[in-house]
């Protein structure tokens, strides 16, 4: 006679079968039917499981269709930004200490930029952006990163923060299209007066750009020729980390 399965074991082959339905929706939306035959459950357990992701963020349902939902996204993002921070880390010292300056390392976060960590400069007057900032993409360095290599949202705000801010589409449509054919991008006091820094993308193991490095100074020390200047530098330690992650540089020009 078969042994009654524990509430341990059932708890745990719940939680596998769940693990399973979320592999399935990382890879794109599926409706019940779908899942039920890539899953091999019937629609009754798989849908009691998607009940169960649903109501805690992990899934989301919209139109009969299911995909990752904003929980399963911030976990997935924790677990990105500390092996990207663990791998650009390094660089971004180095980095700092070949300039002097502040080196920030961020990733996009919908319509902004989301400034993830920081390595502040050796200098008496330096400049400090708290991890957790965001900022727009439109008027700094590394959001500029990001819209030459993802594309200019419709939507986006182009919001004038001073004077320098580029708020034509076509200007800095026409900027975004030098950003990704020089490999780096510069924000000219666009964000605020005196502030003034520059940018690379930092790749995936796919070519896909995964978060922005950046340098930052007073303006007064980093004047525009000296900011093109020191690109070569800033491209330098972004494609040692995008190399660190897997990229390979066939994929683009970057660091040819």
């Not at 059932?10 to 779908?34: N, P």
């Not at 109501?55 to 924790?78: D, K, L």
């Not at 502030?195 to 896909?208: D, L, N």
């Amino acid at each position: 006679m078969p042994r009654p399965r524990s509430k341990g074991a059932t708890g745990v082959r719940t939680l596998e079968r769940g693990l399973g339905v979320l592999r399935l929706l990382a890879e794109g939306e599926r409706t019940l039917s779908e899942l039920s035959k890539e899953a091999g459950l019937s629609k009754s357990t798989l849908y009691r499981l998607l009940t169960t992701l649903v109501r805690a963020g992990f899934a989301e349902e919209r139109g009969g269709r299911y995909r990752v939902g904003p929980v399963a996204f911030a976990v997935g993002q924790a677990y990105r930004t500390r092996s990207l921070s663990e791998a650009a880390r390094p660089w971004m010292l180095w980095l700092r200490d070949e300039t002097g300056e502040s080196v920030n390392l961020a990733v996009r976060s919908g319509l902004e930029a989301l400034y993830v960590d920081q390595v502040e400069g050796r200098q008496l007057v330096r400049l400090f952006t708290e991890p957790g900032t965001r900022a727009p993409l439109h008027a700094t360095g590394v959001g500029k990163v990001f819209l030459a290599y993802e594309g200019l949202p419709e939507d986006l705000p182009l919001e004038a923060y001073t004077p320098n801010t580029r708020t034509d589409p076509r200007v800095l449509a026409e900027e975004l299209a030098q950003v990704r054919a020089q490999g780096y991008a510069l924000d000219d006091e666009e964000k605020e007066l005196g502030v003034r820094c520059v940018a690379a993308p930092i790749f995936g193991p796919a070519g896909e750009v995964v978060a922005a490095l950046s340098l930052s100074a007073p303006a007064s020390r980093l004047p525009l020729e000296a900011a093109h200047a020191l690109s070569g530098k800033v491209r330098e330690a972004a494609l040692k980390v995008s190399l660190h992650l897997g990229y390979r540089p066939e994929y683009n020009d970057l660091g040819r």
